[in-house]
């Protein structure tokens, strides 16, 4: 089965500056979705961005951006420009295409300090 | 388009009690999925529902259980409450093709005592 890593509980990051987050995972399988999602303090959890397995180029969506690594079964993001509004736990997904199975990370929280 | 919505949105009941949980999903999605999340065990799959049939089960035990109607709503069943059941249940709804993105809703609260 699919495990999804991300060895930062929390992380830190002065307002405006970047900061990135791990994750990596465990796959067999050569074609698969990965994403991001944000889960503010007490509130919806959200789409960030999502990453096909077969495309190599990154993915970007406004200050976020991930660095793919397929071999190394890397699936980082990049918060560039951090707000105080992007504080909130961060959660690194990865989909199934053989069995539509999803699997979450543990998350890591990210504080943002004016 | 509306999100996915959940209800109820808090709910409190007493050990050995069940409780029922629904979710509509988006207009057009026809893949549910329900999440355990709690702070010690994160977020944990409990199942999905695709066309009104189980398509996916996490290691949960029979007292979680699920459905889904033939417009995509879907309901998730516990019975005999455990404290340890206690935890905020999430819905995700998602379209069949495309990236399978999943939807998340508000939730729902479920306070076991």
């Known amino acids: 089965a699919q495990t999804v890593t991300q060895s930062q509980p929390e992380m830190s990051v002065q307002e405006a500056e970047t900061v990135t987050l791990s994750c990596t995972y465990d796959t067999s399988e050569s074609d698969y979705y990965l994403f991001w999602y944000k889960q503010p303090p007490s509130r919806q959890m959200i789409l960030v961005i999502r990453q096909e397995a077969y495309k190599q180029q990154n993915a970007t969506e406004n200050r976020f951006s991930v660095n793919f690594q397929k071999a190394a079964k890397s699936f980082s993001l990049k918060i560039s420009d951090s707000q105080l509004g992007d504080a909130a736990m961060y959660f690194c997904a990865y989909r199934s295409l053989n069995n539509n199975d999803m699997r979450f990370g543990a998350g890591t929280r990210l504080t943002v300090k004016p | 388009k509306a999100g996915v919505t959940q209800t109820p949105r808090y709910l409190i009941k007493t050990r050995g009690q069940q409780v029922t949980l629904s979710c509509s999903p988006i207009s057009g999605h026809r893949s549910v999925s329900w999440y355990q999340q709690t702070p010690g065990q994160g977020l944990q799959f409990l199942f999905e529902y695709f066309s009104e049939t189980q398509r996916n089960k996490g290691n949960f035990p029979g007292r979680f259980s699920g459905r889904q109607f033939s417009n995509s709503r879907s309901e998730m069943n516990v019975s005999t409450l455990e404290l340890g059941d206690s935890a905020l249940y999430l819905c995700?709804?998602?379209?069949?093709?495309?990236?399978?993105?999943?939807?998340f809703g508000p939730g729902t609260r479920l306070t076991v005592t």
């Open positions: 995700a709804s998602s379209q069949d093709r495309g990236y399978y993105e999943q939807y």
